[in-house]
C-alpha cells in the first residue's frame, strides 16, 4: 500500500482553502531529484457537468518502457464546491484514496494539472506532493496563470511562463506543429526534471502517456466501461 501523510482537514470554507494555501506554499521545495527515477505514475479526475461525483484514477509506467505496471481507480463525491484556484480542494481527496490502493509507490509522480503555475503557487501538483511526499509536477493542458513566448514548432522546444516576475512553469511543445502543453514542477523536483520527463514519456501524442492513460482510465469508469476498481 502506498503511503501519504495527513496535512489538514478537507472540510474547510473558501478563504479557509485560501489560508491553507498561503500557509503550505512555504514548505513547497524545487530542487533537482535526488535519484534517477525508474517508475511515474499519472493521474487524473474527471466529473460529469452539475454533478458531484468524482472518477480518479492513477496509472503507474515503468520509465524506460512505459508499460502500465499497475492502475487504481476510485468513485466518490467531491468534499468542495467547483472555484477556479482551490481544484486541489475538489480533487485531491479522491487522488488519495486511489493512491492508498497501489501495490507500487511511484518515484515520481505526473498530475493532468498545475503546481507552482498557480496564482499562489500550489496547484495541485504541489500541494499533493506535500501530502505524498514525492517528487510530482504538473502537465496541464490549458494555462491558468502566466504568459509565455510561443516555442518553436518542433518537439521539444520550450519557452518560460512567468507570473509578475517569477518563472512558474514552461510551454512545452510535445510534438511538431501541435499546441504545446504547460508543464510546472510541484514538490521535490525542478522545472527542467518535469520538462525532461515529459519528453521521456512520449507515446505519440500531445499528452504524455501518464496522463493520457489516467485519463483514459477515469473516462471509462465515469462511462461504466469498467469496474470501481477500489471494490
Not at 519528453?199 to 492513460?213: M, S, V
Request: charged share 20%; hydrophobic share 40%; proline share 8%.
Amino acid at each position: 500500500m502506498a503511503h501519504y501523510q495527513l496535512l489538514h482537514d478537507w472540510a474547510v470554507s473558501p478563504a479557509e482553502a485560501i489560508a491553507l494555501q498561503q500557509q503550505l506554499r512555504s514548505q513547497i521545495r524545487i530542487e533537482p531529484l535526488a535519484e534517477p527515477p525508474k517508475t511515474i505514475a499519472g493521474c487524473d479526475i474527471s466529473f460529469n457537468k452539475f454533478e458531484e461525483t468524482v472518477y480518479a484514477g492513477i496509472v503507474v509506467l515503468r520509465l524506460d518502457t512505459l508499460e502500465t505496471i499497475e492502475e487504481t481507480g476510485v468513485i466518490s463525491t467531491a468534499p468542495f464546491p467547483y472555484i477556479p484556484g482551490l481544484l486541489s480542494f475538489r480533487e485531491i481527496p479522491s487522488l488519495l484514496q486511489a493512491w492508498a490502493r497501489l501495490k507500487t509507490e511511484p518515484d515520481v509522480v505526473m498530475f493532468d494539472g498545475h503546481g507552482t503555475a498557480h496564482p499562489r503557487r500550489i496547484g495541485i501538483a504541489s500541494h499533493a506532493g506535500l501530502f505524498l511526499n514525492r517528487p510530482t509536477f504538473g502537465c496541464g493542458k490549458s494555462v491558468l496563470v502566466g504568459k509565455y513566448n510561443d516555442p518553436a514548432p518542433e518537439r521539444g522546444s520550450w519557452s518560460p511562463m512567468t507570473h509578475y516576475g517569477d518563472v512558474i512553469g514552461a510551454a512545452l511543445r510535445t510534438k511538431n506543429k501541435v499546441n504545446p502543453v504547460y508543464v510546472s514542477p510541484g514538490h521535490l523536483i525542478d522545472l527542467e526534471t518535469a520538462i525532461s520527463l515529459t519528453l521521456n514519456c512520449d507515446g505519440g501524442y500531445r499528452i504524455p502517456e501518464p496522463t493520457r492513460r489516467a485519463h483514459n482510465l477515469v473516462n471509462a469508469l465515469r462511462k461504466g466501461e469498467r469496474p470501481d476498481l477500489s471494490v
